[in-house]
Each structure stands twice: as structure tokens, then as C-alpha cells.
């Protein structure tokens, strides 16, 4: 069973950057895709970005040009980097392997305006 812990969040004001997380154990992180996918308040989960195995990537729309996920397989982590945040942003963050749908705890982020 793979274990996923989300850090990196915080409060920033708009136009801002913030660096996520996602530390992965018990798994073989390089062969998984995994998924970044955010929940604001009174919304439904929301995919936000994946990276295949191989390092290939997609991004939803309403990030893409501004957020870039990436992988260390060395280090069995994945990143979210978030570039010229807007308070629509505003969410719990969480990261997914997607072989077994296994999710983090979540990590705050707040873009204040």
C-alpha cells in the first residue's frame, strides 16, 4: 500500500508562487503516474495535473502556462510548482498514485487578493 504526504502550502497573496510536495513510500514511485487534484470550499474534488512514469504531463486548463508538475524519481517525490497564483486557487491540494488510487492528507493553499 503506497503512503503520500502533501507539504508545501501556505498563504500567499496573488501573483504569487508556491513549491508543493508529494512524498511517496511504499510503492515502485518511478513505474506510477501519479496526479495533483484540488478541493475548494463547498466544490467538488478537482483534477488539477498528471505526470506518467515516463515524465509525460497533462494540465487542466484553468492552470496550465502557470502550474508545472514534475517528478524525482530518485527521491520518490513529486512537485507542483505554482506560478502567478489567483485566489481562485484557493483550495486543499492533494496528490495521487494513480495505479491504486491512493490520495494524501491534503495541504492548505490560500491566495489572498
Known amino acids: 500500500q503506497v503512503q503520500l504526504v502533501e507539504s508545501g502550502g501556505g498563504l500567499v497573496q496573488a501573483g504569487g508562487s508556491l513549491r508543493l510536495s508529494c512524498a511517496a513510500s511504499g510503492s515502485i514511485f518511478s513505474a506510477s503516474a501519479m496526479s495533483w487534484h484540488r478541493q475548494a470550499p463547498g466544490k467538488s474534488r478537482e483534477w488539477v495535473a498528471s505526470?506518467?512514469?515516463?515524465?509525460?504531463?497533462a494540465y487542466a486548463d484553468s492552470v496550465k502556462g502557470r502550474f508545472t508538475i514534475s517528478r524525482d524519481n530518485a527521491k520518490n517525490t513529486m512537485y507542483l510548482q505554482m506560478n502567478n497564483l489567483e485566489p481562485e486557487d484557493t483550495a486543499v491540494y492533494y496528490c495521487r498514485e494513480d495505479s491504486n488510487y491512493s490520495w494524501g492528507q491534503g495541504t492548505q493553499v490560500t491566495v489572498s487578493s
Open positions: 505526470i506518467t512514469g515516463g515524465g509525460r504531463t
